[in-house]
Structure formats: structure tokens, C-alpha cells
């Protein structure tokens, strides 16, 4: 089966700069995670969904960062504007409804802000 | 709140050398544990889960890990390693909240 997709795989930005990156899961994986990993830390979520509803956006900070799943395939995670601590790998994630279904991971996005 | 910590950082280890990571949680309910392996370049993958049942768990590539309960760990072993095992590996927990947290992570580096 073909993985998760993310794009743009690097990205460098200037602060208050916007910036978006995209996410298309493996067919047929209802649920949908977004991640950041910090340099030297493991990834936190920011953002869940199953189908196209946002189930866990707790760790999301809202006044900047969105995020959308249209149509509940592919997502869009933005950030408006970007701030300097905000340099990290941006990770996407899907897997099949159930506890049991493990995540898989796409190669995610390094986000350079400058 | 659930936590999970991977006290080595940074592990080096000469090829054939026996391999152990340690990874304890913090949570007082029933738990699924998994670990995660990152090779250089590549995405993060699944090594190996622990759900219920037998609590030595046998992965991918002859990584195996045990739960023990009573110690809130989940620690990584293979009896040799390889050099292509140089990767960096991250244990995570999902307790009730349904959430996967990740430890900082451990860098393996293995020398032929």
C-alpha cells in the first residue's frame, strides 16, 4: 500500500510569515494525526481526527495554528502567522478505526522560521 | 497525566553487542505500549505493540520488549545488533485518553 504523503518536505519562512502543509493518508484510514517533534524530544500530537471531524485538538494553540479535513481524506495544517518557536518537523499520521490499529507515519514536513 | 520516559539518550554499541532500552510510563490504568524505530532519512515505524496477554512482545527484526507491570516498564532488547539498527527509537504509551505519547527518544549507534 502506498504510505502517507506529506508535503512540502522542507520549508524555511521568515517570522509572521504563514505557511501551510498537506497530508494525504493511506487509503482508507479514517483517523488522521498531526504531530510536531522538536528537535531532541518525540512527537506530540496537536490534532486528531476520525473522518472529518477534529475529535482531540486540546494541544492544538488555536490563536495561530489550524488545521482542516475536507471530505475526511486529506488535510491541511496551517500556521498564521509562524513565530520563531515554531521551527520544528511537522508529522502526519493515519491508521484504521480501532485501538489496535498501529499509526503509520509519513516523512513529515521540517518547518525552518527564521 | 500519562508521561513516558526513555532514560538513555544515547546509546553506542559495537556490532553482535546485546541491546536494552529502557522505557518507563507514567499511568495507573490499563495501557497499550508500543515502540517506534526511526532510521536515518526515513519515517517513523512500528517495531512492536504490547495489548494484553503474553508480556514479552517479539517484533520486527528480532527486537523483542517486556512489560512488567509492577515496574511501569516496556524496555527494548535484542540479543545482537547490526549496524543497520542504527536508528533512533521511541517508546509510546495510549492509556484511556486514547492519545499516544511518545518518549524524548533514544539515538542508537552501532559500529561495525
Known sequence: EAGVVQSPRYKIIEKKQPVAFWCNPISGHNTLYWYRQNLG???ELLIRYENEEAVDDSQLPKDRFSAERLKGVDSTLKIQPAELGDSAVYLCASSREGESSPLHFGNGTRLTVT | AQSVSQHNHHVILSEAAS?????????????NLFWYVQYPGQHLQLLLKYFSGDPLVKGIKGFEAEFIKSKFSFNLRKPSVQWSDTAEYFCAVKGNTDKLIFGTGTRLQVFP
Not at chain 2, 541491546?19 to 495501557?31: A, D, H, M, P
Open chain 2, 19 to 31: 541491546l536494552e532500552l529502557g522505557c518507563n510510563y507514567s499511568y495507573g490504568g490499563t495501557v
Open chain 1, 41 to 43: 524530544q518525540g512527537p
